[in-house]
C-alpha cells in the first residue's frame, strides 16, 4: 500500500468535498475576522480593540486638582500632638471608656474608680510600650529593662488593674445588641473614631482601597485566616487611605456575609462604596487590587464622578474572553475600550499578562524603556502601594500585645489608627516636619502630664499634712536617698517637706552681705536677705544648712519669700552647735 504524507491527505479530502458546503461555510469565516476589532462577552459588553496612543471613544471627568489637608475645623483645634490625638480619640469617648470600666470594676470592688486624666496615662503607657519592645509586660517596669517614663507614671499592678477591667460598652445589654451587630462590644466608639477620621481631613485626588489584617488569635466568630500574610490569622478590615499621606480616611470591619445586603451584590463593589462614600461627587481616583475592580463598579463609580485604576481578574464575564490567552510576545501592549473605561493587557514576561481597567486614561501610551511599559501600568504601580505602606508604618510602633479579647485587640488597632492619623494632621497643621517616634514620644509625655501634676499634688498634700518632727521617742526615714539608703532623720525640708538625713541635705558656703547677686545666680540662695550671724560669733565659716534636701534650694533666691531665721541646734552626735534656717 502506497503511503501518503499529511499534505496529500488533505488534499484527497478536500477533492470530496461538495462546493455548495464550502459556500455555506464562508459567512462563519467572515464573522470570525469582524472579533478582531471588536468582541462582545457574555454579559453583551462590547470591547473594541484600539491602536495604542490613540483617544478612546469616552471623555474622561475633571480630576481632583488639590492636594491632601486638615479641614477648618482641625485646623483650628489642633496646636499640639495631645490636640492633635483626641481630634480622634475625643474626650466624650474618654468618658464613655472611663464609665464603662468603673461599673465593670465595681461589680467587684466596690471602692475603684478611674479618672479622665489617669486613662490618658494608661494610654501613654501603651504607646510608650510599642516604641520600646520588651519580651513580657513586667520587663516595662523592670530595674534591667524598664522604661522610666512608665514607672513613673503609674505602678505595674495599677496599670494591670486599668487592663482587666477595661470596657467599651454596657456588658449587661450586649447579648441583645449582639444579635444584630456582631461588633456590638466596641460598635459605637469604633463608629465614633471613624467618623472623627472622615472629619478631620480632605484626602488629595488618590486613594488606595485594600484590606488589613490586624493579627490576633482572639476567640471571636469574625476571625480570619489568610495564608499570603506574615501572620496568618487575625481580624479584617478594609481601608481607605491617602497616597500621599497615609492618612486612614475610612475603614470598616469584616465581620462575615451580610445578610442584610441586597441579593446579588457583589462585596467588593459594596464595600467600595461604602469606603469612598463620603468622597464621591469631587473627581477623586480609587485605586483597587483584582478583589474589587469590575467593570460594573467603575460605571457605578463614573456616575458619581469618581473614577478607578485597578487590576482586573480576568475569569468575569465582563471581561473578553481573548484577555485569557497568556501566550503573547514579551513587552506587548493591547488596549481595548468600552463606553465607560480602558482595559490594558500588558505581557511583562512571555507567558504573563496584567490587565489594568481605568476609567481616568484618556490615552494609553507606552514609554520609551526597554520594557515600554503603558501609562495604565507605571500609574497603578505608583498608586497601589497606599494601604500597604500604612500598614508597614503602623507595624512599626504598634502597641499590640497579647489579648485574649477582641474588643481590646480592636482597641489597639484604634490607638494605632489614630496615632499614626494624628501625626499626619500636626504636621500639615504645624507646617513642620517631625519624624514619627519623636511625635509618638511626645505624644505619649504630653497624655501623661495631667495625670503626673495631679500625683505630685497628693504628694505634696500629705507630705505637708505630715508632722514636722517624728513623734517624741522616734525618727523618721529618709524620704529623699540621694546618698543614703535607708538612713534616719528628724528633720524635714523646707521646700518639698520630707524627711532629710543628714547625707542628703545640701551645704550651703556662708556669704557676706557685700555679696553680689550677679556673680553667680545658680548659688546665691541669700538674695534678698542676710543672715544675723553677729549674734554668733563663735560660728564658723560656713553654715551647714540641715534645712534642705538639695533638690530645689535655688528657688529661695526669689525675694518675695520671707527671710530665713537662725536658731541654733545642739547636734547630739558631736555637740558641735550648728546653725539651722527655720523658713516662716
Excluded at 471608656?97 to 490618658?120: C, F, S
Excluded at 489597639?412 to 504636621?427: E, G, P, T
Aim: hydrophobic fraction near 35%.
Amino acid at each position: 500500500m502506497e503511503r501518503r504524507n499529511t499534505l496529500q491527505t488533505l488534499e484527497l479530502i478536500l477533492s470530496k468535498v461538495n462546493p455548495y458546503e464550502e459556500t455555506a461555510l464562508q459567512p462563519k469565516k467572515r464573522a470570525c475576522l469582524e472579533t478582531d476589532l471588536t468582541e462582545a462577552t457574555k454579559e453583551s459588553t462590547v470591547w473594541r480593540e484600539e491602536q495604542v496612543g490613540m483617544q478612546p471613544p469616552f471623555t474622561p471627568i475633571d480630576a481632583y486638582a488639590e492636594d491632601g489637608a486638615p479641614t477648618i475645623m482641625a485646623r483650628k483645634n489642633v496646636s499640639s500632638c495631645l490636640q492633635s490625638f483626641l481630634c480622634f480619640i475625643t474626650p466624650d469617648m474618654l468618658n464613655n471608656i472611663k464609665e464603662w470600666t468603673v461599673k465593670h470594676a465595681q461589680a467587684e470592688l466596690d471602692d475603684w474608680t478611674i479618672g479622665i486624666p489617669e486613662l490618658m496615662a494608661f494610654i501613654a503607657i501603651v504607646i510608650l510600650r510599642g516604641l520600646s519592645k520588651v519580651p513580657s509586660l513586667r520587663d516595662c517596669w523592670s530595674a534591667n529593662l524598664g522604661n522610666p517614663q512608665i514607672m513613673g507614671t503609674m505602678s505595674r499592678n495599677r496599670f494591670q488593674s486599668i487592663m482587666r477591667h477595661l470596657r467599651f460598652d454596657d456588658r449587661s445589654t450586649r447579648s441583645e445588641r449582639a444579635k444584630t451587630d456582631k461588633f456590638a462590644a466596641i460598635s459605637t466608639l469604633w463608629e465614633s473614631f471613624v467618623a472623627n477620621c472622615i472629619t478631620s481631613y480632605n484626602p488629595g485626588r488618590h486613594i488606595t482601597i485594600d484590606e488589613q489584617l490586624f493579627p490576633s488569635k482572639t476567640r471571636c466568630c469574625f476571625l480570619q485566616y489568610s495564608a499570603t500574610k506574615p501572620d496568618k490569622f487575625g481580624i479584617k478590615f478594609w481601608v481607605a487611605c491617602d497616597l500621599k499621606s497615609k492618612y486612614i480616611c475610612n475603614v470598616l470591619p469584616y465581620l462575615g456575609k451580610d445578610a442584610s445586603s441586597p441579593g446579588g451584590e457583589r462585596l467588593s463593589a459594596n464595600v467600595v462604596m461604602k469606603l469612598i462614600g463620603p468622597f464621591l461627587d469631587q473627581g477623586r481616583n480609587v485605586t483597587t487590587d483584582k478583589f474589587f475592580t469590575s467593570l460594573s463598579l467603575a460605571q457605578q463609580l463614573l456616575s458619581r464622578k469618581t473614577t478607578i485604576l485597578g487590576t482586573v481578574n480576568k475569569i468575569p464575564q465582563e471581561i473578553r474572553q481573548s484577555t485569557r490567552q497568556a501566550d503573547r510576545n514579551e513587552y506587548t501592549t493591547r488596549v481595548f475600550s468600552t463606553a465607560d473605561a480602558t482595559l490594558t493587557l500588558y505581557a511583562p514576561k512571555r507567558k504573563k499578562v496584567v490587565c489594568i481597567l481605568s476609567s481616568m486614561h484618556s490615552v494609553v501610551q507606552t514609554d520609551d524603556t526597554t520594557k515600554r511599559k503603558p501609562n495604565t501600568v507605571t500609574l497603578y504601580n505608583i498608586t497601589k502601594r497606599g494601604v500597604d505602606a500604612m500598614d508597614q508604618m503602623l507595624r512599626e510602633y504598634t502597641v499590640r500585645t497579647g489579648t485574649r479579647r477582641w474588643p481590646v485587640a480592636v482597641f489597639y488597632n484604634m490607638i494605632d489608627m489614630a496615632a499614626l492619623n494624628a501625626h499626619v494632621l500636626y504636621q500639615a497643621c504645624a507646617g513642620k516636619q517631625e519624624r514619627r517616634v519623636d511625635f509618638l514620644a511626645e505624644l505619649a509625655r504630653e497624655l501623661a502630664n495631667s495625670h503626673l501634676g495631679a500625683k505630685e499634688a497628693r504628694k505634696e498634700q500629705l507630705l505637708r499634712q505630715q508632722s514636722s518632727t517624728p513623734n517624741s521617742g522616734k525618727r523618721a526615714m529618709c524620704q529623699v536617698k540621694h546618698q543614703c539608703k535607708n538612713n534616719h532623720a528628724t528633720v524635714r525640708c523646707v521646700d518639698c517637706y520630707r524627711y532629710t538625713c543628714g547625707k542628703c541635705r545640701r551645704e550651703i558656703p556662708w556669704q557676706c552681705q557685700d555679696y553680689d547677686d550677679d556673680d553667680d545666680d545658680d548659688d546665691d540662695v541669700y538674695s534678698g536677705w542676710q543672715p544675723q550671724v553677729a549674734l554668733f560669733p563663735s560660728l564658723q565659716r560656713r553654715v551647714s544648712v540641715s534645712g534642705f534636701c538639695g533638690e530645689k534650694y535655688h528657688k529661695y533666691c526669689s525675694p518675695q519669700r520671707s527671710p530665713p531665721r537662725l536658731h541654733l541646734h545642739s547636734d547630739l552626735f558631736s555637740g558641735s552647735r550648728t546653725a539651722l534656717l527655720d523658713f516662716m
